[in-house]
Structure formats: C-alpha cells, structure tokens
C-alpha cells in the first residue's frame, strides 16, 4: 500500500467523521467525482484509497448504486505497516487456514491455464535466482507473491480472493517493518519449496499441494523468526516461533 492511499484513506474517513463529507439517509456518500473534487485528487487515485476503506469494511462499493457507509464505529485506521513485527504472527495463522485448502482445490480442479501461469511464475523465479542480479532479492520477493496469488486466483472463488487480496496487502506492508537480512535468505530453498508445490498441483495430488504449502509457510515464519532474531527483537523470535504449537499450524 502506497503511503499516499494510506493517507488519502485516513483522510477521507476523517472527513466523514467530522461531517466534511456526509451521507444520506441510507449512508450513501457522494459520487466519486464530488469526493475527488473535494479532496483535490483524481478519481484513480481517490478509488485506491476507498478499496482501502472497502478493505476495512468502513465502505462499501454496490454495483450501480454508488459508495455506502457500512461501520461507523471505526474512528481511527490503523494500518499493517503501522503494527509490530509480531503482527506477522497473526497473518501467518491466517494464511496457514486458507492457503493449504485453497492449493488443494487448485490441484484437484485446475485447468491447463491455470496450471500454465502457476508453472510460468515459478519458472521466473528459477530464472532470477540464477541471474545474480542486483535486484534479484526484491524481483524473486514479487514472484513469490505472484505465485502465491495466481494459485488463489486458480480456485476461482471470488470471496476467497478478495479475502487473500485483504491478506497480501497486509501480509506486504507488515513485512517492510521486519529487517530482512537478505543476504542470509536460502533462495535455492525457496524456490524448491514452490516447486514441489507446484508439481504437486501438476500431478493433482490435493493432499500433497496442501501439505507442501503449510509446510512452506512454516519455513517462512522460521525464517521471519530467524531474522527478528539477528536483528534484536527480542522476544518476538519466541512469539513467531510459538505458531508451529498453535491449531493454526495443523494440517489442513
């Protein structure tokens, strides 16, 4: 999430709280032209910041009807980027319930479409690994969560994705607060990790889809913990480590 939909997305509720911008009878708020020229922004910039809003469940976006109020108790936003290292914690558990589940649908009802994007994005990750550019930490990071999307995607369930899209944008902004000592990332390990999860998918084999991707997400928070470690978090190692004893962490 870009700092300016962040600030834009605070900026606007503020507004509705002070009684800037009002609402009808029906919580209905003006039309996005209203609220752009209000705001001095232009309407792709002011959508981003009520896809935020929508996110939180403060707004609602109906089809044809225009943008409603839906919680009026949220007086203050407070962003992943805004939350502890442990916050990763939480994110973690809720990936480790829907992802396995989602892999193992993927796997046993995918088509060949979805089965060629999923293998294209591992593939680019084999490609950057070996190129040893310098940028390759933050390229291999993007594919990853390519990969990891285009395997929601492929389950083809819409209030699946718009739940993992809520996941993602948190699970990326939480991790800039989390001092990845990239040098020390096993990316050949990573990239086996996908693989086998991938070829999984490709044999059909739900059950192993399911198993490979929790036990990717366990070594993800390994090495979260890992990292908090060298970087003097204290006990937050202790706090990501204690997942693995947690329901969240059993298998699907």
């Not at 593939?123 to 990969?147: C, F, G, K, T």
Request: no cysteine.
């Amino acid at each position: 999430m870009t700092e300016q939909r962040r600030t834009l997305a605070k900026k606007i509720l503020n507004h509705i709280h002070r009684g800037e911008i009002t609402t009808n009878v029906e919580g209905k708020l003006p039309s996005e032209r209203d609220m752009a020229s209000f705001l001095g922004v232009t309407r792709p910039i002011l959508r981003q910041a009520i896809a935020v809003l929508e996110a939180f469940g403060v707004l609602e976006i109906r089809d044809r009807q225009g943008i409603f109020m839906t919680n009026y108790e949220i007086s203050e936003m407070v962003f992943p980027g805004d939350w502890p290292p442990s916050t990763m914690l939480e994110i973690f558990q809720v990936r480790m319930l829907l992802e396995p589940s989602a892999a193992r649908m993927v796997a046993e009802n995918r088509t060949p479409e979805a089965l060629r994007t999923i293998k294209e994005s591992v593939a680019q990750m084999a490609v950057i690994i070996d190129s040893e550019r310098p940028d390759r930490e933050n390229l291999l990071a993007q594919w990853n969560r390519i990969l990891h999307a285009r395997i929601i995607a492929a389950a083809k369930n819409q209030f699946l994705s718009r739940i993992y899209e809520t996941i993602s944008q948190a699970y990326e902004s939480a991790s800039t607060s989390i001092p990845f000592r990239r040098e020390e990332l096993p990316f050949d390990a990573i990239y086996d990790e996908h693989l086998r999860i991938v070829d999984a998918i490709e044999r059909k084999d739900g059950d192993a889809a399911a198993a490979l991707v929790l036990e990717h997400l366990q070594s993800s928070v390994q090495r979260a913990a890992h990292s908090l470690k060298n970087s003097g978090f204290g006990g937050e190692p202790a706090i990501m480590e204690n997942l693995f004893s947690s329901d969240s962490s059993k298998k699907p």
